[in-house]
């Protein structure tokens, strides 16, 4: 059983900048795609940066501000925050990609809040 711990968020500044973090065990991390998800009050949860297939990609609004990395050896994967605003408030979650599904359903972890806010 996939378990995926994120950490890292907080309340943080517009303008500011936060490095979110993510542990994953109980699968061979190397061998998935990964991705950072999140989801703000009221809305559907959205892709946010995903490396498939060694490729990367971002959704358009955080492209030149975000940046996701993995390292297969620590089972971690990560996601640089710059020049947040307050549309980048959400809770963030990471997953394999697409999210990892067990016995018929997408399993998560808990994620981890990301307020931007003066």
């Known amino acids: 059983q996939v378990q995926l711990v994120e950490s890292g968020g907080g309340l943080v500044q517009p303008g500011g900048s936060l490095r979110l973090s993510c542990v994953v065990s109980?699968?061979?991390?190397?061998?998935?795609?990964v991705a950072w998800y999140r989801q703000a009050p009221g809305k559907q949860r959205e892709l946010v940066a995903s490396?498939?297939?060694?490729?990367?990609t971002y959704l358009d609004s955080v492209k030149g501000r975000f940046t996701i990395s993995r390292v297969d050896a620590k089972k971690t994967m990560y996601l640089q925050m710059n020049s947040l605003t307050s549309e980048d408030t959400a809770i963030y979650f990471c997953?394999?990609?697409?999210?990892?599904?067990?016995?018929?359903?997408?399993?998560w972890g808990q994620g981890t809040q990301v307020t931007v806010s003066s």
């Open positions: 997953n394999t990609d697409p999210p990892y599904k067990s016995a018929d359903a997408d399993e």
């Open positions: 109980g699968i061979y991390f190397a061998y998935y795609n």
């Open positions: 490396i498939k297939n060694s490729k990367i």
